[in-house]
Nanobody
Framework: QVQLVESGGGLVQPGGSLRLSCAAS????????MGWYRQAPGKQRELVAR???????IYADSALGRFTIARDNPKNTVALQMNSLKPEDTAVYYC?????????WGQGTQVTVSS
């Protein structure tokens, strides 16, 4: 069992930046593909960015060029640096850990982009 705890959400003005962090429990963190997903009101949860155990990352088109995902295996953390935020980035952001048939979710952190 893996527990994921997100932090770093909040209210930011358009054009601003936020850094989300996810701390994972357990000793197998380096094996997991780690991802950030988001869910806006009335919409389905969607992938924002994902990074494999080998460090390869992919991004949603909406995040490409603005967001960066990075993992720190010794610290069991994964971060999402979000720059040039837009109102449409407003959502609850969830951390995800996946390995074969295992999948774990954090409780989510709210990001609101508004002036």
């Amino acid at each position: 069992q893996v527990q994921l705890v997100e932090s770093g959400g909040g209210l930011v003005q358009p054009g601003g930046s936020l850094r989300l962090s996810c701390a994972a429990s357990g000793s197998r963190f380096s094996l997991y593909t780690m991802g950030w997903y988001r869910q806006a009101p009335g919409k389905q949860r969607e992938l924002v960015a994902r990074i494999t155990s080998g460090g390869n990352s992919i991004y949603a088109d909406s995040a490409l060029g603005r967001f960066t995902i990075a993992r720190d295996n010794p610290k069991n953390t994964v971060a999402l640096q979000m720059n040039s935020l837009k109102p449409e980035d407003t959502a609850v952001y969830y951390c995800n850990a996946a390995y074969w048939t295992e999948q774990y979710w954090g409780q989510g952190t709210q990001v609101t982009v508004s002036s």
